[in-house]
């Protein structure tokens, strides 16, 4: 995007960072994970037999059957083990993939990072949960719109890993004024 101000240019690009933040060991996220892999895994086992990744196909084949096996999984984590499991066949070609590693994506609709209270909101097979977790200086500076996550468990470590999304100010000029009027309400600005 390119807004023109006192005959300036300045351009809002769109900037996406990874931060790792590490959340306490809980049982209700060892579970979660645990039925996720399993989720997962049933998909990954119907695509490479029918050699499909076609979300639609594997969502109309194997939604029932995954709510039947993995019960205490919520419809979203379903829906979003079904994806990783689509793209893992991609990948992969169809190839029989065992999903090893213990992770759970999150997206916007089973997440809610909430920096200013140090907590986390995260959909369990429990219910939503909120978890709190130490506070970094980093996560001051890279403020911004939290799209999605990936919780991964590791040696009995839960690290949540998502991205943050915020827009760079770049002015053609060095005026100062331009940037603050941009920061501020660019659409309230008279040209």
């Not at 076609?54 to 029932?64: A, G, H, P, Q």
């Not at 019960?71 to 990783?84: G, H, I, M």
């Not at 690290?159 to 940037?179: G, H, M, T």
């Amino acid at each position: 995007m390119v807004l023109v101000l006192n005959r300036e240019a300045v351009n809002l690009l769109n900037v996406f960072r990874t931060v790792k933040v590490a959340l306490p060991c809980d049982n209700a996220l060892l579970q979660t994970a645990i039925a996720f892999n399993r989720a997962c895994q049933i998909v990954l086992d119907y695509g490479s037999q029918t050699r499909s990744f076609n979300k639609n196909k594997l969502n109309r084949e194997t939604y029932r059957t995954t709510r039947e096996r993995v019960p205490n999984l919520p419809s979203a984590l379903v829906q979003t083990a079904r994806d990783e499991a689509s793209e893992m066949l991609k990948r992969n070609r169809f190839t029989r993939t065992l999903k090893k590693r213990l992770t759970i994506r999150y997206d916007k609709h089973t997440f809610k990072f909430y920096p200013d209270a140090r907590r986390v909101s995260l959909t369990t097979i429990f219910g939503r949960l909120n978890f709190t977790f130490k506070h970094y200086p980093y996560l001051d500076h890279w403020r911004g719109e939290y799209t999605n996550a990936q919780l991964l468990v590791r040696k009995r470590r839960i690290l949540l890993i998502f991205r943050s999304r915020f827009q760079k100010v770049i002015c053609e000029s060095d005026s100062s004024q331009a940037i603050f009027l941009v920061a501020t309400n660019p659409f309230e600005v008279d040209a």
